[in-house]
C-alpha cells in the first residue's frame, strides 16, 4: 500500500499571529528578533515582504536595518505560538491516527488507510487547510506525497491555501527541475560547505545529483552524500512518529489589560490551578514539581519552580506552595502581561487506599474540589467559582485564556 503523508505549514507563523493581532502589519515588512535588541541580535523569523527586501532570518538586525530601513521588529510571544500550535494539534487529532510536530506551525501527518473513512488524502488535506483557516485565521500550506520529504518540499512551493499532490511514483519526476536548495538544511543562511561542495561540483538541480553514481558522492560528501542521493530521488524512509508523551501539563493566561495588582493575579494563578488540578484527577495522575512563568509587558520573562515535598493532585495542597513561588518570582514593579503555571514530573496516582484517616480540613477540601468537578462538568466551568477568582474575571480585570498544553 502506498503511503499517504501530508505536510501541513503555517509559513512564518510568528509573524502570522502577531498579523492577526494587529492587521496594521499586513503587507509591510516583518521580522522577529528577541528582546533587548542589539545590533548583533540575530532574526529568528522574517515576512516574504521582508524576504523580497533580501532580509533572511539568522540576519544580524543592523545589517537588516540598512537592507530595510522600514522594516518592523517584534519580539517572539512564546505563549500566544504555544496557544495556537495546540489549535493546530487538536485539528490534526481529528483527521491523523499519526501525526509529528515539526517546528512551529509545521505537522507532518500520516493519512495511509484513511480514505474510506475520509475520502480521498487530497480532499482530507484541504479540509484540514481549510478549517485552520476558518477557524483559527491561519492560512497554511499543504504538501501531500508519499514520503516526508517530497511533501514538505512540494508544500514550500505553493502559495498559503493552495495544495500540491505529487502521485507515487512520480517523485524523482517532480523533484528533477528543483534547485538543490530546495532539499532541508542546504538553503538556510549563510551558504553551507555542502551546498559549496556541490556547486563546484557543478550540481545545480536534484536530477543532476540523482543521476551521479552513490560511489562517487560517497567519495565527495561521505555518508552525507549517500542519504542526499537518496533524497534527490524522492527516497524517504522515514516513518511519521506521534510526540513523545511529556510528564507535564501546563495553562497560559493572559493578562488584559495587563495587570498589577497581586490579589487579580493569584487570582487567575488560582483558576488556572483549578483547571489542571481536574485534569489530573481525569488522567488520574500527581504531581511532584510546581513551574511558573511571568512575562511583563516591557518582555522580560522571569520564571521559576518549585519541587513538593509529596506528590499531589489537589488544589489545597498545590495553592500555597504556588503563592509563595509567585511572590518570590515577581519583584519587579511592572505589569504582567501573562502568566504560564506548569505542573511537572507527573506520576501515576496511587491505587491503595490510605491506612489512616485523613485531616477533617483536607478531607473537606478534597470532597469540595471533587463537587466542583461534577457541577462543572455537567453545567461548565463558569457555573460556580470560588470568591478569590472573582476579581480575576471581573470587567477590572479581565482573563483571556491563551490555551492548555496536556502531556
Not at 553514481?213 to 530521488?233: I, M, Y
Request: hydrophobic share 40%; aromatic share 4%.
Amino acid at each position: 500500500m502506498d503511503r499517504h503523508i501530508i505536510s501541513f505549514e503555517v509559513p512564518t507563523m510568528g509573524i502570522a499571529l502577531a498579523r492577526l493581532a494587529d492587521p496594521s502589519l499586513r503587507n509591510r515588512p516583518v521580522a522577529l528578533a528577541p528582546v533587548p535588541t542589539s545590533s548583533r541580535t540575530l532574526l529568528c523569523e522574517v515576512s516574504r515582504e521582508a524576504r523580497d527586501e533580501g532580509l533572511t532570518a539568522g540576519m544580524p538586525v543592523a545589517q537588516a536595518r540598512r537592507l530595510c530601513p522600514p522594516l518592523r521588529l517584534l519580539p517572539p510571544d512564546p505563549v500566544r505560538l504555544r496557544h495556537a500550535t495546540r489549535c493546530l494539534y487538536d485539528v490534526a487529532a481529528r483527521f491523523a491516527p499519526v501525526w509529528e510536530p515539526w517546528g512551529p506551525g509545521h505537522l507532518y501527518l500520516d493519512l495511509t488507510g484513511t480514505s474510506r473513512l475520509f475520502g480521498p488524502v487530497s480532499d482530507t488535506a484541504a479540509r484540514i487547510e481549510r478549517e485552520v483557516a476558518g477557524c483559527h485565521g491561519l492560512a497554511g500550506v499543504v504538501g501531500v506525497a508519499s514520503t516526508k520529504l517530497v511533501s514538505h518540499i512540494a508544500a514550500g512551493l505553493v502559495a498559503p491555501l493552495e495544495l500540491c499532490e505529487v502521485w507515487p511514483g512520480s517523485e524523482r519526476a517532480f523533484l528533477a527541475p528543483l534547485p538543490v536548495t530546495a532539499l532541508p538544511g542546504l538553503g538556510r543562511f549563510p551558504k553551507s560547505t555542502t551546498l559549496a561542495m556541490l556547486e563546484d561540483l557543478n550540481i545545480a538541480t536534484l536530477g543532476e545529483l540523482g543521476d551521479v553514481p552513490k560511489p562517487h558522492l560517497e567519495l565527495v560528501l561521505g555518508e552525507q552524500g549517500l542519504r542526499l542521493h537518496d533524497w534527490a530521488r524522492g527516497l524517504d524512509p522515514s516513518p511519521v512518529l506521534p510526540p513523545p508523551r511529556r510528564s507535564r501539563i501546563e495553562e497560559s493566561l493572559a493578562l488584559t489589560p495587563d495587570e498589577l495588582d497581586e490579589g487579580v493575579i493569584l487570582g487567575v494563578l488560582y483558576g488556572g490551578l483549578e483547571r489542571l488540578c481536574r485534569e489530573l484527577r481525569r488522567q488520574r495522575r500527581l504531581c511532584r514539581r510546581l513551574a511558573l512563568t511571568l512575562r511583563h509587558s516591557d518582555q522580560v520573562v522571569v520564571d521559576g519552580s518549585h519541587p513538593l515535598p509529596l506528590a499531589t493532585q489537589w488544589e489545597a495542597d498545590l495553592f500555597p506552595p504556588l503563592e509563595a513561588l509567585f511572590r518570590r518570582r515577581f519583584r519587579r514593579r511592572v505589569r504582567l502581561r501573562s502568566v504560564t503555571l506548569g505542573l511537572e514530573g507527573l506520576v501515576a496516582a496511587e491505587a491503595q487506599l490510605p491506612l489512616f484517616p485523613e485531616a477533617p480540613d483536607s478531607w473537606r477540601a478534597r470532597r469540595l474540589a471533587l463537587a466542583l468537578d461534577r457541577l462543572r462538568a455537567r453545567f461548565g466551568d463558569k457555573a460556580i467559582s470560588l470568591g478569590r477568582t472573582i476579581r480575576a474575571i471581573s470587567p477590572s480585570g479581565s482573563l483571556s485564556p491563551l490555551g492548555r498544553g496536556l502531556g
